[in-house]
């Protein structure tokens, strides 16, 4: 999420008119890599970083040069319990004390404030009184169940973390926020959306349930019926991430229509229903800024060629997930024309008994999971195929009995995992 807090605090500017905001943030956070500032602690199989941390001796370099320059603090308690910003810190992370004191301390000034782990929202009244130019409020992890009025009135808002929070409802008020941009409630108990949601022309991020439910997306829902949240929706045409679940065949065309809308895509799932259930994307046309697709449910039979080669122009695309698809051979060829794909899962969703990686296939493909395919019997790998494959992966393949032919062709592999095979 720090990349998203850069662009909602305005760090990152457009200079180069082919990459994408999100592009420059990755790239500069690569760069605090390449030169040590930040140590990867983990990262996912299409080469993004999921975890990171900071020496402790870089660490407080950077925080005294946070204060030096009134950029920011950190303040993790003290012995009277209170918290004082020094020289006009235009951002503060609070991790304990007495929120009151920022009021008599000043509060005007904040840009952005991270309040862990609090059990009163009573406590942030009187600083979001007196926090007008507040752009960032993140709350992660606070034992709080409503959100104060007065959040509703800091027109300058862009980021709202509620990230991990017991916050069961939005009120209508939320549309009054029109400057936000994103809003993280990921793992937190929001059950539904209020209506006054769709004003919010300038949204760019809205994570709303269990963060582990696929992989690094966000499971997206609401309390009213799908096909009219669906044509609400599509109002936010700044998204750039969004995950639909509970979709059935009968809410096909309105979620196509929905996400023709959103051309800034970069994150897309789709969960149907039931593993049953059919989707039907005959017309869909994906954003070419897309680079995480995950789908669940099966795909149209007849027309699942044509649109798997419509995905032609996806050069962005580096992270492929489907489920139950009912992809057999001749489909499964059709995936190749993903030249920029780096990780690829299909759980579920090969139905053939024989797969084939043909020369120049998938070449910058690093991870390949193959789970659940009842009757794939046959691997076949020319010479060519897949030759950046790092991780190889065939679990629970039971009519799978000998290794693919031509895996003497992978020079880059690392881990071979055979399991119920």
Known sequence: MILRQWIAAGFIREKEENRTL???????????VNRSL????????????????????????????????????????SADGTVSVQCGARRISVQGGNLQQL?????????????????????????LTSSNLLSTLDLQGSHIKMLPNEVFNLFNLRYLGLRDTDIECLPEAVGRLQNLEVLDASDANLMYLPKSIVKLQKFRYLYLMASNTWQDCVLLSASKPLPEFLR??????????????????????????????????????????????????????????????????????????????????????????????????EAFSCLSVLHGLRSLGLMKAFEGKRLDFYAGSFPKLQFLHIWGAAQLSQVGIEKGAMRNLVVLLFMYCPELKFLPDGIEYLRALEKLRLEDT
Not at 22 to 32: D, K, P, T
Not at 45 to 64: E, Q, T, W
């Open 103 to 127: 009021r008599r301390s000043g509060a005007t000034h904040l840009r952005a404030q991270h309040v862990f782990e609090y059990n009163n929202a009573d406590f942030l009244k009187p600083i």
């Open 22 to 32: 999100e592009e420059l943030a990755e790239g500069y956070f690569a760069e605090l």
């Open 232 to 329: 609400e929706v599509r109002a936010l045409t700044e998204l750039r991430t969004f995950t639909v679940c509970n979709v059935r065949s009968e809410h096909s065309s309105d979620l196509t229509n929905a996400i023709s809308k959103m051309s800034h895509l970069v994150h897309l799932g789709i969960a149907a229903a039931a593993e049953s259930a059919v989707l039907r994307f005959e017309g869909l046309y994906l954003p070419p800024a897309l680079s995480w697709l995950g789908l669940a449910g099966q795909l149209e039979k007849t027309s699942m060629p044509q649109l798997l080669s419509s995905w032609s122009h996806l050069d962005s695309l580096t992270c492929l997930t489907l489920g139950f698809s009912n992809i057999d051979e």
């Open 38 to 77: 930040l140590q990867v602690v983990e990262s996912n199989h299409a080469g993004r970083l999921k975890s990171y941390r900071m020496h402790d001796v870089i660490r407080l370099l950077a925080l005294n040069k946070a204060r030096e320059e009134c950029f920011g603090e950190v303040y993790n308690g």
